[in-house]
């Protein structure tokens, strides 16, 4: 059974701190690994899209990374407006491309 | 450019009355599913389907039907609302069809209540 799993439950840094966020899977044959965004009382919003170990993207502070296993999102100096969840998603290639959720990781940026 | 659009935003139920709740999408996406999320379970798919006239059941079937009768509709069905139906539910899309096409759009989302 596929399987995301996100560490930790919730992350308080303080404005300008660094830090990464962990999201572990299992699935069977990874078509894809993504990254949301999702905001109190809103949709998940989408960040980054993974196909394969080594891959790398890039978008403002974020930075999201693949390995075999594991999934990381680095935030680089963040910013109060970085405060949201992040809920990583993995993609096997069975079951016509549905994604499994891992249970997020709420980020506080104190100013 | 809506995007994926969920109808109602909110709504609270009795037990035992029954609702819909419709998602559209205009991005002409074939695959569209239907999540909800509740405090600590993550987003739990209940069913999806991979084009018009298809559906499939996810994870969290029990309780709920869905229909895909047009391309860029997708439709929620409770017959018999329950509590344990309180949740918040999000409708998604993708185009589908292999890599580098799998990202998944959402809506807004619907917060349910049943008393």
């Known amino acids: 059974e596929d399987q995301v799993t996100q560490s930790p439950e919730a992350l308080r840094l303080q404005e300008g701190e660094s830090s990464s966020l962990n999201c572990s899977y299992t699935?069977?044959?990874?078509?894809?690994l993504f990254w949301y965004r999702q905001d109190p009382g809103k949709g998940p919003e989408f960040l980054f899209t993974?196909?394969?170990a080594g891959e790398e993207k890039e978008k403002e502070r974020l930075k999201a990374t693949l390995t075999k296993k594991e999934s990381f999102l680095h935030i680089t100096a963040p910013k109060p407006e970085d405060s949201a969840t992040y809920l990583c998603?993995?993609?096997?290639?069975?079951?016509?491309?549905?994604?499994?959720f891992g249970q997020g990781t709420r980020l506080t940026i104190n100013p | 450019n809506a995007g994926v659009t969920q109808t109602p935003k909110f709504r609270v139920l009795k037990t035992g009355q029954s609702m819909t709740l419709l998602c559209a999408q205009d991005?002409?996406?074939?695959?569209m599913y239907w999540y909800r999320q509740d405090p600590g379970m993550g987003l739990r798919l209940i069913h999806y389907?991979?084009?018009?006239?298809?559906?499939a059941k996810g994870e969290v079937p029990d309780g709920y039907n869905v229909s895909r009768l047009k391309k860029q509709n997708f439709l929620l069905g409770l017959e018999s609302a329950a509590p344990s139906q309180t949740s918040v539910y999000f409708c998604?899309?993708?185009?589908?069809?292999?890599?580098?096409?799998?990202?998944?759009?959402f809506g807004q989302g619907t917060r349910l209540t049943v008393v």
């Open positions: 998604a899309s993708s185009a589908g069809g292999g890599q580098g096409r799998g990202e998944a759009f």
């Open positions: 993974l196909y394969s």
């Open positions: 998603a993995a993609q096997g290639i069975q079951g016509a491309q549905k994604l499994v």
């Open positions: 389907s991979v084009g018009e006239g298809t559906t």
């Open positions: 991005m002409n996406h074939e695959y």
């Open positions: 699935v069977s044959g990874l078509r894809g």
